[in-house]
């Protein structure tokens, strides 16, 4: 089993629609939970972060936590054709990040 | 804003070079790290450094070396190119573990 698993997609949203991305994770001792957001042929660019104690909400995005479950989810409200790349979920382990393989995602205007 | 600045975005050597990747971060980060992505595999932890001289394998540290002799700078080495070491190669820093990790924009290398 993969330590971080994501769906590679692409996961298709209309514009102004919900985008979901999820990410499974095998470290029960893990803390920090990451999402990255990687246009084509550029460096991954950090968008959230959070932290064993909760969830997070930073303008459209919203990062939760489903520590029992083992999985972290990005929502993207009100997309947008600009939201169109992949997106790298990370988690923490020993000091390292464990990164998923990413989930491309495609907004139609 | 963190920066980190990767030397080269891109580079074309050919097999059995010595090749330098520098990067240097202006954030005063303890922590530096060197991936490389491939399609279809995702990013490859190389090398990492948690303090100046220190240095750990990743998981791919076969035909690598590394060099961190200031805290701002961390150099990737290829000892001897060859052409499956043509990737994207991907510098970052944190403030310490368990932190986010900031990227360079990163380097194209061609080994041909």
């Known amino acids: 089993q993969k330590e971080v698993e994501q769906n590679s997609g692409p996961l298709s949203v209309p514009e102004g629609a919900i985008a979901s991305l999820n990410c499974t994770y095998s470290d029960r001792g893990s803390q920090s939970f990451f999402w990255y957001r990687q246009y084509s042929g550029k460096s991954p660019e950090l968008i959230m972060f959070i932290y064993s104690n909760g969830d997070k909400e930073d303008g459209r995005f919203t990062a939760q936590l489903n520590k029992a479950s083992q999985y972290v989810s990005l929502l993207i409200r009100d997309s947008q054709p600009s939201d169109s790349a992949t997106y790298l979920c990370a988690v923490d382990a020993r000091g390292k990040l464990i990164f998923g393989q990413g989930t491309e995602l495609s907004v139609k205007p | 804003d963190v920066k980190v600045t990767q030397s080269s975005r891109y580079l074309v050597k050919r097999t059995g070079e010595k090749v330098f990747l520098e990067c240097v971060q202006d954030m005063d980060h303890e922590n530096m790290f060197w991936y490389r992505q491939d399609p279809g595999l995702g990013l490859r932890l190389i090398y990492f450094?948690?303090?100046?001289?220190?240095?750990e394998k990743g998981d791919i540290p076969e035909g690598y070396s590394v060099s961190r002799e200031k805290k701002e700078r961390f150099s990737l080495i290829l000892e001897s190119a060859s052409t499956n070491q043509t990737s994207m190669y991907l510098c970052a820093s944190s403030v310490g573990n368990n932190q986010p990790q900031h990227f360079g924009d990163g380097t194209r290398l061609s080994i041909l």
């Open positions: 450094s948690y303090d100046v001289k220190m240095k």
